[in-house]
């Protein structure tokens, strides 16, 4: 047996459709960062991008359990005493909610170039309208996969 190595003649990319309103933003920001590096495919080679372009819609309305509404991103200006802060509810509610999704699916993708070329599949949207209909996307029900991934608010 040898094992199966992909090149990017192999790699087949489909479109799927996720809808965000009352899943549970860490079980959501798995499940994503496993499509967008393949995991899920047999052909999973982990030097390759082999993994499918993801669209997120209603990204405002992901929940977040406990406490964790209140919790902080810290960030750097640069400046000497530039730390910044901004807790999870405020970017939820500000101009850009889709953010928080963002950063939960890059943080548990590994931090190399691939990590950053795989984030370039996925496109979230905090509205249910995205450009994306001449994909024709499939829809992926995460509600039904676990009953845990959803909340009611």
């Not at 860490?26 to 994503?32: C, D, N």
């Not at 406490?67 to 902080?72: A, T, V």
């Not at 730390?83 to 548990?108: C, F, N, W, Y």
């Amino acid at each position: 047996m040898k094992t199966f190595s992909a090149t990017p003649a192999d790699i087949e990319k489909k479109w799927i459709l996720i809808d965000a309103e009352g899943l549970v933003l860490g079980r959501l920001a798995s499940i994503i960062a496993s499509r967008l590096r393949g995991k899920h495919k047999a052909s999973f080679t982990p030097n390759m991008d082999c993994g499918d372009n993801v669209i997120v819609i209603n990204a405002d309305k992901v929940q977040l359990t406990g406490n964790k509404r209140n919790e902080n991103y810290y960030w750097h200006t640069g400046y000497p005493g530039g730390i910044k802060s901004r807790t999870k509810e405020q970017i939820l509610d500000g101009e850009h909610p889709e953010r928080v999704l963002t950063l939960a699916v890059k943080r548990m993708l590994p931090g190399n170039r691939l990590s950053r070329k795989i984030m370039t599949n996925l496109r979230i949207y905090a509205g249910t309208d995205h450009p994306h209909e001449a994909q024709a996307p499939e829809i992926l029900d995460v509600k039904s996969m676990n009953s845990k991934n959803t909340r009611v608010a």
